[in-house]
């Protein structure tokens, strides 16, 4: 059983920083997309970062690209999310999300990370910035 498991939310000031974990378990790492998508109330869900675990290819949105870095640990079974220069914009609730890299992810990643490529989802963690 595929199972996700995000950590490392909570509430800093702008300009603050906060690293996100995602610990993975039930699949194979080297076969797998791993991302970080958000949403805010009354937004549409965005995909943030992913990376592709085997082969380290790596996707940023426009809105985080400078500020946010993923990585893997393949010992560990974890991907995180270091996010710095964090700004009220960025507040949101995190998922993890999971997919075999066949989905194609990459593929179409220039068309940005399309949440329904993903399969599998953890639950949420909060991350409030303020101004």
């Known amino acids: 059983e595929v199972q996700l498991q995000a950590s490392g939310g909570g509430s800093v000031q702008a300009g603050g920083s906060l690293r996100l974990s995602c610990a993975a378990s039930?699949?194979?790492?080297?076969?797998?997309?791993i991302g970080w998508f958000r949403q805010a109330p009354g937004k549409a869900r965005e995909g943030v970062s992913c990376?592709?675990?085997?082969?380290?290819?790596?996707y940023y949105a426009d809105s985080v690209k400078g500020r946010f870095t993923i990585s893997s640990d393949n010992a560990k079974g974890t991907v995180s999310l270091q996010m710095s220069s964090l700004k009220p914009e960025d507040t949101a609730k995190y998922y993890c999300?999971?997919?075999?890299?066949?989905?194609?992810?990459?593929?179409?990643?220039?068309?940005?990370?399309?949440?329904?490529?993903?399969?599998?989802w953890g639950q949420g963690t909060q991350v409030t910035v303020s101004s």
């Open positions: 999300a999971a997919t075999p890299r066949s989905r194609g992810v990459f593929t179409y990643i220039s068309y940005g990370m399309s949440g329904e490529l993903f399969d599998y």
């Open positions: 990376i592709s675990w085997s082969y380290g290819n790596t």
């Open positions: 039930g699949f194979s790492f080297e076969d797998y997309v």
